[in-house]
């Protein structure tokens, strides 16, 4: 079973940086897109941003900009650079890899934006 686990959430004040990593373990398996999203307690999970395997990128409007996705050439590290934080994009951000209709989810890590 793949497993994907986040790690580099934490308490920063607004205008900060952060930098999100999410690595796939356990049997081989190369993604197609690697993407990040992000929930608040009680609100849906949005997309954050994406890419896919031939370097192609999407960001929501919220972070364009602002976060920067990027990968490992195998397709099974991902990373989100996060910059000029706001309080709202406090969130627990969770790490989605999928290949055709095979897909995983991370357990999340927790980003807390406040002064």
């Known amino acids: 079973q793949v497993q994907l686990v986040e790690s580099g959430g934490g308490l920063v004040q607004p205008g900060e940086s952060l930098r999100l990593s999410c690595a796939a373990s356990?049997?081989?398996?190369?993604?197609?897109?690697m993407a990040w999203y992000r929930q608040v307690p009680g609100q849906e999970r949005d997309f954050i941003a994406g890419?896919?395997?031939?370097?192609?990128?999407k960001y929501a409007d919220s972070v364009q900009g602002r976060f920067t996705i990027s990968r490992d050439r195998g397709m099974r590290t991902v990373w989100l650079q996060m910059g000029s934080l706001k309080p709202e994009d406090s969130a627990v951000y969770y790490c989605?890899?999928?290949?055709?209709?095979?897909?995983?989810w991370g357990k999340g890590t927790l980003v807390n934006v406040s002064s």
């Open positions: 989605h890899a999928a290949k055709g209709r095979v897909q995983y």
């Open positions: 356990g049997p081989r398996f190369s993604a197609s897109v």
């Open positions: 890419i896919y395997v031939n370097g192609m990128t």
